[in-house]
């Protein structure tokens, strides 16, 4: 497994625009570009944990659900350990803890996450 560490949560009015961050440390492998597929989660109260959008390490497939296509952006900066998750045009609904997470390819569940950083966006 891996150690994650979110930042850029916070509070941000609608329409608004958020960057989170997540870096990547230790683990098994030396080199992190091959070997992961990287996730971000949320999870609103009373409501189960959702998979916001997912990467491969490499960048070449991405994921998103609908309710965040186009609004919502993953990317990485392998010189430095980090994936990110940039958020535009933020809604009220998308308040909730986002969590980082990972997983190695070809295991079917992601089993490193971060602690968790809260995003609030006000109406």
């Known amino acids: 497994q891996v150690q994650l560490v979110e930042s850029g949560g916070g509070l941000v009015q609608a329409g608004g625009s958020l960057r989170l961050s997540c870096l990547v440390s230790g683990g098994s492998f030396s080199n992190y570009f091959t070997h992961y597929v990287m996730g971000w989660f949320r999870q609103a109260p009373g409501k189960e944990r959702e998979l916001i959008a997912a990467s491969t390490w490499d960048g070449r497939n991405t994921h998103y659900p609908d309710s965040v296509k186009g609004r919502f952006t993953i990317s990485r900066d392998n010189a430095k350990n980090t994936v990110y998750l940039q958020m535009n045009s933020l809604k009220p609904e998308d308040t909730a803890v986002y969590y980082c997470?990972?997983?190695?390819?070809?295991?079917?569940?992601?089993?490193?996450w971060g602690q968790g950083t809260q995003v609030s966006v006000s109406s």
């Open positions: 997470a990972a997983k190695i390819r070809g295991e079917p569940d992601f089993g490193s």
